[in-house]
């Protein structure tokens, strides 16, 4: 059934402590629960008890140490009711027993390679015990866990370690205690036999903190970036938000069976391993990358999510938006800012613009769910950011600041709402930011439309921005948000172009406040017709229909002091031009020719950085240009349109690109520094080109690979031969494969490479892979590499005509959907294309859908995503 937010109401009884026994044995795990509990002042007398419960079956149950009779409760598998509890506070007791090696969903407690680890967000910790699961219901947690020594010599939980000892019988113990008041969402245990690195980090008032990193015995050396990456976080939290760590011991431990990537349980961070692991033979620089994000998001969410964390699951923007903003400020803090900014727009087109405009589409703060796990999306987090992003660009640096720090002091132990995050910027602003708040509550992104005309006589210039929203599913009208737009005029020498006053509409310095339908903005004093440089750093999260022509484009990308603008002028002209041969129009060579020099002149400056230049040389995918057509998509003539518009611009230049190729190649020791990684970032950018527009890349390619002393580049080779199928592509993915053999982490990166591989035999390869008797299907990270990223990021194979890629998805889901719901599910919303497609291919697509739905006794999970995409 769905779920409302207008049906929330607080529990009528509040948890005050809880006291957990875990006596974790070889086969079952038994779980005593000692809860203190007591009604609310407003509770009247017999108000029945409800706590939540999911595959649980109760042993026993005591009130303040008497066994309950029959008739004073009801349990089973979903709930444990107390009919008429004591009208004060009193203990409930009681006992279950788990079978975590048997939980193939990975949420409650399970098994991974041994190790018994937890998953509690959003709703595991029910499947653990029977309680109040529900973020706003906070109470301070004491863990005692025995376990055998031999298989569990290493035992952690939230908070300090109190006690720890041995029991005889081969049995040892530990206590564990968390002072700070939290949801059960924020529960973590762990036992197993593990290896670990230890440091330390001082906190700002001098109180110093143990770190751990505990992971499998061998792995060990593997983890040290992501324990640099701890450091540096603690450290830029303190430094830019002023926030200290607040208890003696921060551990992170790495899984390998993880339903995401990560998890911030107080004080014991739980990790999908392949962001914890790296070493240069074996993670490439994106790796690196991710693995330090991620290790900044999870500590970032000790203020951001724990000290201060959700009313209810609708507000889970309230602490994912904020903490992917603060990851987000914190990698352009520690690389590129520039960089950082362009790579996370490509992440918010290539994946949230395709949410927002399909039939996934969902407000950042939803109003009803019938899964919340469909709902950790792209838009919650990374739209969610954005609009962080927008009130720090409205209240600029020392106002958002100000309001941060307000924020932190109100709602510290708190469970709080985005209502009350708005009303924190609004009172440490002294602005009105009622109609910005629409952000969160209203589902699609704006486009906004771009006029302007220039009357030489009068020296004035004037702008015309619209905005419009398409309807979404279930929101039929639109209400025109508050969007701000951050401007340059650039004046026919490429410099600044002053104007003398600005009439039509809000304009605080460098920044238009676009608040209704349509803004006409008249500029007085302008010397000469300026080209407007408009959403300067992506100041909004939309679609920008520019009124601009390719030359004017290709001006921004000289000269527009932004750099975010120059990169995206570029990637518009180019997107341009293969939207229009895709959908029938030709481009001219004089179009080929000025975009070509534009590339090179990028290339040839020797004031920008490799990164950027890298970002700039990267020709849009096929998906990102299959959103910009919008409807009536052939996968086909897309991919045909994109190789050749990059034959056409590689062509005359081949052999300039192969000089700077080699001369790109990094010959000091493999270092992940961001600006190495640049620079081979920038290298296999340009074999990538080189393969797609020429005859050379093939060769290369296959050299690289051979040559290759680290993954980056050996990846980056095996990639760029599969995606454009090469003749040496079939030899690398094989040597690769074997290569590797073993290494788990690396066979995913085959997994990716062999999905989104184009050929004809994609199909094939898949089903034998997906199908080998030794395959883990029960692995997230495998299913993922080979299912996610085909879904994704291989729109020939998966959306052909003949259907045979929707069906091979739509069977694998099937069955994951026994084993994972989560992963399923996830892996089904490759679906949302749909709509865009060409009929034909639409057509076998709802097909595949309506025989899934039809042939199979589907989890809410895969229901509630399958439902959404059929009623598109
Ligand atoms: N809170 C975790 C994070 O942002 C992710 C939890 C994801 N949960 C889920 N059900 N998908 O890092
Ligand atoms: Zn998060």
Not at 817 to 836: E, H, M
Request: charged share 25%.
């Amino acid at each position: 059934q769905t779920i409302y937010l207008k049906d929330y109401a607080p529990t009528p009884y509040r948890i005050v402590s809880v006291d957990l026994d875990f006596k974790i044995l070889e086969d079952t795990t038994r779980v005593r629960a000692q809860l203190t509990i007591e009604p609310r002042e407003q509770t009247p007398p017999g108000t029945p008890l409800v706590l939540n419960g999911d595959e649980l079956k109760l042993d026993s149950v005591a009130v303040d140490g008497a066994p309950l009779v029959l008739s004073a409760y009801v349990s089973d598998a979903n709930a444990l009711t107390l009919v008429e509890p004591p009208h004060r506070r009193f203990v409930l007791e009681t006992e279950v027993t788990l079978n975590p090696a048997a939980n193939t969903k990975l949420m409650g407690l399970y098994r991974s390679s041994g190790t018994w680890c937890t998953q509690c967000e959003p709703e595991g910790f029910r499947r653990i015990t029977y309680y109040l699961d529900r973020p706003d219901v906070l109470a301070p947690f004491k863990v005692r866990m025995s376990a055998p020594k031999a298989l569990a010599p290493v035992l952690l939980a939230n908070g300090n370690l109190v006690d720890q000892g041995d029991l005889g019988d081969g049995m040892h113990y530990a206590v564990w205690e968390d002072p700070f008041l939290k949801p059960a969402y924020l529960f973590a245990l762990v036992a197993g036999d593990l290896g670990s690195i230890s440091d330390s980090f001082t906190t700002m008032s001098g109180r110093k903190v143990s770190l751990g990193i505990y992971c499998t015995h061998g792995k060990e050396n593997e983890c040290h970036y992501a324990m640099d990456s701890l450091k540096r976080s603690m450290a830029w939290d303190e430094r830019r938000f002023g926030r200290e760590y607040d208890l003696d011991v921060f551990n992170i431990v790495a899984v390998s069976d993880f339903n995401f990537g990560a998890m911030e349980n107080k004080g014991l961070n739980i990790f999908n391993d392949k962001l914890v692991f790296a070493q240069p033979e074996t993670a490439t620089d994106a790796n690196y990358h991710s693995i330090e994000r991620v290790i900044a998001h999870e500590y970032f969410h000790n203020w951001t999510g724990n000290r201060i964390t959700c009313r209810d699951w609708f507000q889970l923007c309230l602490k994912e938006g904020l903490t992917v903003f603060r990851d987000q400020e914190f990698t352009s803090d520690e690389r590129s800012r520039p960089v950082q900014r362009i790579h996370d727009v490509q992440n918010l087109r290539t994946s949230q613009f395709p949410e927002d405009g399909g039939p996934l589409a969902h407000p950042p703060r939803p109003d009803s769910f019938r899964e919340i796990n469909n709902f950790y999306t792209t838009t919650v987090y990374e739209k969610g950011a954005e609009i962080v992003r927008m009130l720090a660009t409205l209240l600029g640096e020392a106002g958002f600041r100000k309001a941060m720090d307000l924020y932190f002091e109100r709602h510290d132990g708190e469970a709080t709402t985005i209502e009350a995050f708005i009303k924190v910027f609004e009172d440490a602003s002294g602005r009105d930011l009622s109609q910005f708040a629409t952000w969160y509550l209203q589902a699609g992104t704006p486009q906004v439309g771009v006029t302007d005309s220039y009357d030489p006589a009068s020296q004035t210039y004037t702008l015309t921005l619209t905005q419009k929203v398409e309807p979404t599913p279930g929101e039929p009208t639109k209400k025109p948000l508050l969007i701000p737009v951050r401007f340059g005029l650039i004046g026919p020498n490429g410099s600044p172009m002053g104007f003398g006053s600005v009439s039509g509409g809000a304009v605080e310095d460098d920044l238009i406040l676009l608040d209704r339908d349509s803004v006409t903005l008249t500029f007085t004093g302008v010397a000469n017709k300026p080209v407007p440089s408009l959403f300067r750093g992506f100041s909004a999260p939309v679609k920008i229909a520019s009124n601009l022509g390719q030359e004017e484009l290709l001006f921004l990308a000289r000269h527009d002091s932004d750099p975010f603008n120059r990169w995206d002028a570029l990637q518009t002209a180019t997107t341009t031009l293969i939207a229009n041969a895709a959908t029938g129009t030709a481009w001219s060579g004089t179009e080929v020719d000025a975009l070509r020099q534009a590339l090179v002149d990028t290339l040839d400056n020797p004031e920008l950085d490799d990164a950027f230049k890298a970002q700039v040389i990267d020709i849009p995918t096929e998906p990102v240009i299959g959103r910009h057509i919008g409807k009536n998509v052939d996968p086909d003539a897309i991919a045909r349109a994109r190789a050749d518009l990059v034959r056409a611009l590689v062509g005359p230049v081949a052999e300039k690109l192969e000089s700077i190729y080699r001369g790109l190649e990094v010959t000091a020791p493999y270092s992940p520094d961001a600006r190495q990684a640049g620079q081979r970032s920038l290298r296999n950018g340009l074999l990538n080109l080189l393969t797609t527009g020429s005859d050379r890349g093939s060769d290369l390619a296959s050299r690289q690979y051979d040559n290759a002393t680290n993954m980056t580049d050996r990846y980056a080779a095996m990639a760029i031969s599969a995606r454009n199928w090469t003749a040496g592509a079939p030899a690398l993915l094989g040597d690769f494969r074997t290569r590797f053999a073993g290494d788990p982490l690396v066979f995913d990166k085959w997994l990716t490479a062999s999905a989104q591989a184009p050929d004809d035999g994609a199909i094939e390869r898949m089903r034998a892979t997906l199908t080998a008797p030794d395959f883990p299907r029960t692995n997230p990270n495998r299913l993922r590499s080979l299912l996610g990223s085909f879904v994704m990021a291989n729109p020939v194979q998966f959306a052909r005509a003949d259907g045979l890629g929707f069906r091979f998805v739509t069977e694998a889901v099937a069955e994951i959907d026994k084993v994972n719901p989560q992963v399923a599910s996830r892996i089904l919303t490759g679906f949302r294309i749909l709509p865009t497609l060409e009929t034909r291919r639409r057509d076998v697509g709802l097909d595949a859908l309506r025989a899934l739905k039809e042939q199979h006794t589907l989890s809410r999970n895969v229901s509630e995503i399958l439902d959404r995409i059929i009623a598109g």
